[in-house]
């Protein structure tokens, strides 16, 4: 029972880290920038999830107006800070973006202070009993949650004109060019959903803790940054397998060796260690 | 169809082609011979757009299309296979092809995709296989098809025979004919000059990015002497 529940709790934490990874992923796999300010949309996103849901007492409101005000937000980055300089070495766009998260991280805490916000609407905290495991309802949600997002995006990206272009301009920009493919339209959009994803997991992770602070972007976004590399840079379905994986290594490594090693440095021997063995990553190509 | 006049092109500060007049003929082939490095990947690159057009104009159906995007190009009727195909490789044989008719409504695409299997048979049994798995042979019958699917009025084609097999040469070169004869206008570069001389109308030799010699496929035909002079190639029977 218990290996079970370690199980069970590892994909909950791993459909965490998928939401946050993807949206990563899709940005190096088209622009080759480690998009660091990925975080600070997250952390935006929680923000809005709480405000809403505590304002209105709606969580499905909450994480759709969040998705989309965080897409948007994410497509306002793409235009500031990286498209002007998209000619330049690749360290260039990641100081920016280093500097668009720090900066995110400061307004949120000019803004709503800097110790941490709560939810208002105790129910949303409320435990049910599935398969003899007691979860959270935030844990159920976010599983189902990341599996029809995810699953969404995956047939978008499979099965739709829009879907195959994109995919198109992942592989070669110029020539998706010459077929009348948008890249910039490719790129705003890529931007949209990754952030909008983000978003959804920010909300989810501040439920599962009842909290949103200024800095809960970061420890999501080096291990998201871990994850990418696992998963083989710019791989979506490598993002998906690691986020996986990491989440369920984790949850075993807490009960049996985490007298030794504590959540995060598990995550990071378990990185270290497959990289020695495919210091490709677990999948290579886009 | 297409003119350019006095074009010169390259990347950056560097020129590849300089004050090259050309016109094309609506309906006909034209091979633009060279060397490597002569500027003939160059010359075809500017005219889809990809390649910064220094001096000069490209006017296509009488209109300054110079400063167009290359998205503007193909919703022209301007479609190019790249040299080295340049596949989606991560993409399905149908979903490159899905692609290349982009810039059409889906029932147009889809109905350009039965074209293309009629055009090249040997691509219908692939449909699902990814591009980057196929043979050279069959890449080339792909960029083609791929091409094709944007129902071009110009088709420029990079180095055809690059890389391929005397049989997949042969039956990319028969598909070439075919376009021809329906009327497609095709500008071919190639290095291959008895191949290209095999289906074109009129050459152009391109050398160091100029242009040396014009005139008709028929005249160098007949005084391979020039091709010898000018390319410093052995103009025969082989490829």
């Given amino acids: 029972m218990l290996f079970f529940e370690l199980f069970v709790q590892g994909l909950i934490h791993g459909s965490m ?172 959009l890529n931007f949209f959903i990754g952030s909008g994803l983000a978003a959804v997991g920010g909300i989810f992770i501040s439920l599962l803790s009842n909290l949103v602070e200024p800095t809960m972007g970061g420890v999501p976004a080096y291990k998201a940054l871990a994850i990418i590399v696992l998963g083989g840079l710019g791989n979506v379905k490598g993002t998906l397998v690691a986020s996986l994986a990491l989440g369920v290594v984790e949850a075993f490594g807490t009960i049996y060796i985490g007298s030794y090693l504590d959540r995060d440095a598990i995550a990071f021997a378990f990185l270290i260690a497959v990289l020695m063995i495919r210091p490709q990553g677990l999948f290579t190509g886009r | 169809m297409l003119r350019l006049e006095t074009l010169s092109c390259g990347y950056g500060d560097m020129r590849a082609v300089h004050g090259l007049d050309l016109e094309l003929v609506e309906g006909g082939t034209t091979a633009l011979l060279g060397a490597n490095g002569a500027g003939k990947s160059s010359t075809i690159m500017s005219v889809a757009g990809h390649v910064q057009v220094h001096e000069g104009k490209v006017l296509y159906r009488g209109e300054d299309i110079t400063r167009a995007t290359p998205m503007a190009r193909v919703k022209k009727g301007i479609a190019v296979v790249p040299e080295g195909r340049r596949l989606f490789s991560s993409l399905t044989v149908r979903e490159n092809l899905v692609v290349g008719g982009y810039s059409l409504p889906k029932p147009k695409s889809d109905a350009g995709i039965d074209r293309v299997m009629t055009l090249f048979p040997r691509l219908k049994e692939r449909l699902d296989q990814r591009a980057g798995s196929l043979s050279g042979g069959e890449q080339q019958m792909l960029s083609i098809g791929r091409a094709l699917m944007s129902e071009p009025a110009l088709l420029m084609v990079d180095e055809l025979s690059l890389g391929l097999m005397p049989k997949m040469i042969d039956a990319c070169y028969q598909a070439v004919a075919e376009l021809k004869r329906g009327g497609l206008t095709i500008l071919l570069v190639e290095q291959s000059t008895h191949r290209a001389l095999e289906v074109a109308d009129q050459v152009c030799v391109l050398e160091s990015g100029r242009s040396v010699w014009k005139g008709s496929a028929h005249e160098a035909r007949n005084d391979t002497e020039i091709i010898d002079a000018l390319l410093g190639l052995q103009a025969g029977p082989k490829a």
């Fill in chain 1, 17 to 188: 880290y998928a939401m946050i990874a993807v949206g990563l992923t899709l940005v190096y796999g088209l622009l080759r920038i480690l998009h660091v300010a990925h975080a600070g949309l997250f952390a935006l996103g929680g923000y809005l999830g709480l405000l809403i849901t505590n304002a209105t007492g709606s969580l499905a409101l909450a994480m759709i107006t969040s998705a989309l005000i965080v897409g948007l937000g994410g497509m306002l980055v793409y235009r500031l800070c990286y498209q002007p300089i998209l000619d330049r070495p690749p360290y260039v766009p990641l100081i920016a973006s280093i500097g668009v998260f720090i900066a995110m991280e400061e307004v949120f805490r000019l803004v709503f202070g800097p110790y941490g916000l709560t939810y208002n609407h105790p129910h949303l905290q409320s435990q049910v009993t599935l398969l003899g495991l007691n979860l959270r309802g935030a844990e159920i949600g976010m599983v189902i949650t990341a599996m029809v997002l995810l699953g969404g995006l995956s047939y978008l990206a499979q099965n739709t004109r829009i879907g195959i272009a994109w995919r198109a301009t992942v592989d070669d920009p110029e020539i998706a060019e010459s077929f009348g493919i948008d890249a910039v339209k490719v790129r705003y």
